[in-house]
């Protein structure tokens, strides 16, 4: 079965901190995808990122960086230099389909607040 | 920006009372989805939907739940009779489906949110 853990619940920091939302996941497919979704305090469900279990190299888009570890499990997402807007509830996903319809198993969800 | 769209945003509705919950996907995509998130808790499939027809359900999805495409635009989830664990925020989204790299990924709508009193 597919499991998805966010072990932080909540973090907090001052803006224009760097900081890392953790994210392990357990699965027995050897093809999967690996996904990222920000959840503002409109509500609405914002992808970020994707990313599939063959390519380990990390990524990088202005603040948001990515490190996905596939001998410890983990696609952690890092935020440099936090600002207000980052505040959201954050949720990392694992997917098995490339193809065809896609059932998103998501983790808990980490509430980041920045603090000005 | 193509976006999936709901309604309504919000509802409120007695125990025992039947609801549907509408979505406008995106029009060239193919792959219908239902989501739930009760207040606080993680985001969790309900249901998929293809070819006019569920590709894949979950356990939450029993038969008090049923989806629907009546139109070439509007996908509906009906909650037959709703129980006060019914309350929670439903998620429509939608994908292409397509196995091209940066394709098939799923646009989410803003959501429902369903009060059962």
């Known amino acids: 079965a597919q499991k998805v853990t966010q072990a932080q619940t909540e973090i907090s920091v001052v803006e224009k901190e760097d900081v890392t939302l953790d994210c392990v996941y357990e699965?027995?497919?050897?093809?999967?995808?690996l996904f990222w979704y920000k959840q503002p305090p409109s509500g609405e469900l914002v992808f970020l990122i994707r990313?599939?279990?063959?390519?380990?190299q990390n990524e990088i888009s202005g603040r948001y960086s990515w490190n996905f570890q596939k001998s410890t499990s983990s696609f952690n997402f890092t935020i440099t230099a936090s600002q207000v807007v980052d505040s959201a509830v954050y949720f990392c996903?694992?997917?098995?389909?490339?193809?065809?319809?896609?059932?998103?198993?998501f983790g808990q969800g980490t509430r980041l607040t920045i603090n000005p | 920006e193509p976006e999936v769209t709901q309604t309504p945003s919000h509802q409120v509705t007695q125990m025992g009372q039947e609801v549907i919950l509408r979505c406008v996907p995106i029009?060239?995509?193919?792959?219908f989805y239902w989501y739930r998130q009760i207040l606080g808790q993680k985001v969790e499939f309900l249901v998929s939907?293809?070819?006019?027809?569920?590709?894949?359900k979950s356990e939450i999805f029993d038969d008090q739940f049923s989806v629907e495409r009546p139109d070439g635009s509007n996908f509906t989830l009906k909650i037959r009779s709703t129980k006060l664990e019914d309350s929670a925020m439903y998620f429509c989204?939608?994908?292409?489906?397509?196995?091209?790299?940066?394709?098939?990924?799923?646009?989410f709508g803003a959501g429902s949110r369903l009060t059962v009193l």
């Open positions: 699965t027995r497919d050897t093809t999967y995808y």
């Open positions: 029009s060239n995509h193919l792959y």
């Open positions: 996903a694992l997917s098995e389909a490339f193809q065809g319809a896609q059932k998103l198993v």
């Open positions: 990313r599939n279990s063959f390519d380990e």
């Open positions: 989204a939608s994908s292409d489906g397509t196995p091209v790299s940066g394709a098939n990924v799923l646009t």
């Open positions: 939907f293809y070819n006019n027809e569920i590709s894949e």
